[in-house]
């Protein structure tokens, strides 16, 4: 189903769900379905405005980013395999539903995308989660990575890559490389943003076509201050 807006496109439920259900993701076509954008509300937009007012104080940053982070989260895991299963409850009935098929990981890219570690283990308490640190040069802005450290079997899992600010995309992409240097199938990896330009998309895209972004916002202008404010080093 196509959105009004040119080149949205909603993704449509499960066909099971009732009639009425609004889509909660919308795939973004200019990028050839590799992003997935959150459906705009008026909550999440009131979310995306707070973070950008530069009058927001430290604590409001802070708790309105985590449930803004909440949001991507889950639409992040929602992405993930699941499989079908049958349970019984305490009163004795069974009922048929689902479970996370195992093999699921995440990757922070230090250290904005610290931020959005307690997020993803506030919905998966178990979930093993590895680091990757890249640096730019302050002269020549090249990302450079300096240190990387994932689950030895990392290669068997899917990946959720987090990072919530790309303005560039240099530091995705460099990421990406060290993935696929512990031979992870770019297919197999979903990066969790919060705000993304249009350049940087492109650029990550570019080098890594299998890779899905999932954000809440493609717009020209990042709010680059979030790791500052988040954590306190303005």
Do not use: W
């Not at 009425?20 to 008026?42: A, C, H, M, W, Y």
């Amino acid at each position: 189903m196509i959105d009004k807006q040119e080149g949205l496109k909603m993704v449509e439920p499960a066909p099971d769900l009732i009639q009425n259900t609004v889509p909660s993701l919308i795939v973004d076509e200019q990028f050839e379905g590799n992003v997935k954008k959150l459906r705009i509300t008026d909550n999440i937009k009131e979310l995306q405005t707070v973070l950008r007012d530069k009058s927001t104080s430290r604590s409001d940053f802070i708790f309105y980013a985590d449930r803004l982070i909440r949001l991507i989260v889950e639409e992040g895991l929602n992405q993930l395999p699941y499989k079908e299963c049958s349970i019984t409850t305490p009163t004795g009935h069974s009922y048929n539903g689902l479970r996370y098929e195992k093999g699921n990981c995440g990757v922070s890219i230090m250290r904005s995308g610290e931020a959005m570690e307690q997020g993803l283990r506030d919905c998966c308490r178990s979930i093993r989660i590895g680091k990757i640190l890249i640096q730019s040069d302050e002269d020549t802005h090249e990302a450079k990575v300096l240190y990387a450290k994932l689950p030895p079997d990392i290669s068997r899992r899917k990946v959720l890559l987090m990072y919530p600010i790309m303005s560039t995309g240099n530091t995705v992409a460099q990421a990406m490389k060290v993935l696929r240097e512990h031979k992870i199938n770019e297919d197999n990896v979903i990066l969790l943003n919060l705000f993304c330009t249009p350049q940087a998309a492109k650029n990550v895209i570019s080098e890594s076509p299998g890779i899905t972004i999932l954000t809440s916002e493609i717009h020209p202008v990042a709010p680059n201050h979030f790791g500052q404010k988040y954590f306190g080093t303005e």
